[in-house]
């Protein structure tokens, strides 16, 4: 006789129980490993240099598509948690004396605080208010930054002189491009497979992707929505923000630029091109964004209109991304 009284999971066939993560982890850290032999092999300085944005990039729009993608919340104040982290890690390194690597760490506490600063009047938001909110939040920073040269945030100009980040002793410079290519890669792999392979793959995945499909009846079956969206902003941010910590130390400086049309416009493109939710599209998204942007440097001010048009065309031609074209093909007989 079967025993009713035990739910049958045999016939359950899905990533949020497991299946599979030995298998896709091993190939996802073996394209790194091909990513690491590519840096040695990569004799050009500036080659390496973009491919150390993408990398850190890779953070913020894994982040960003945790919370838009996967958990369907309209946030647009992912750079907002960039750049405290960026301001924070910096800060702490330059005032209170702490190492780089301590700076970083403590980057991810700044951006948890931040999350929930933010988190909680979104939550009180519907839909759409919540995007309006957030972009609010996103304008109004810059003039705080520019303002707050009395409490060390350097004003217009930013922080300059950030210390280098400090390995065993050994100080990485901005210019040992090699160096900082293996580390920008390392920590922005472990925070992707963080996202996507740990948290994405867990039940804290799964309740975003029910909230996202079916907010109503997730709610329902016993998925608490305020906890998990508030789960959402946090994860979100401390990832961000410690993509923030390692651009400043590995730029040594950092303005409210950051805030600037570009660098949003830029990860709005991203996100559409490699298509939200769909693992690896945003990731894809990133390489092509950034590789495609340098390309165009020569075309100066038209580069940004070239963008927008990419994002264009790509809404209406591929609605899901370039991932959404890889899934529309997996499942052609």
Known sequence: MSDFSKPDTSMIASVFTGKGLVRDSLVFWAVIAGLAMLGAVLGDSYVRHIFILVFIWCIV?????????????????????????????????????????LSILSAAAIGAVIGVVIAIPSLRLKGEYVALFTFAVHLALPPLIQQGKAIGMGGNTGLLGIPWLNLFGFQVSSIDKLTWYWVSLFLGALCVWLIYFIVLRGRMGLAFVAMRDADTFAQAIGVNEYKYKLLAFVVSAVFTAVAGGIYAHYTSVVTPKILGTEFFLMAMVMLAIGGMGRFPGAILGVFLVVIGNELLRSFDDYRLLLLGVVVVVTVICLPRGIAGLFERQSKQP
């Not at 945790?66 to 982290?85: D, R, S």
């Open 61 to 101: 729009i894994a982040s960003w598509d945790l919370i838009l993608g996967y958990a369907g919340i309209f946030n647009y104040a992912q750079l907002v948690f960039f750049t405290f982290g960026a301001y924070g890690s910096a800060m702490l390194s330059i005032y209170a004396g702490f190492t780089p690597l």
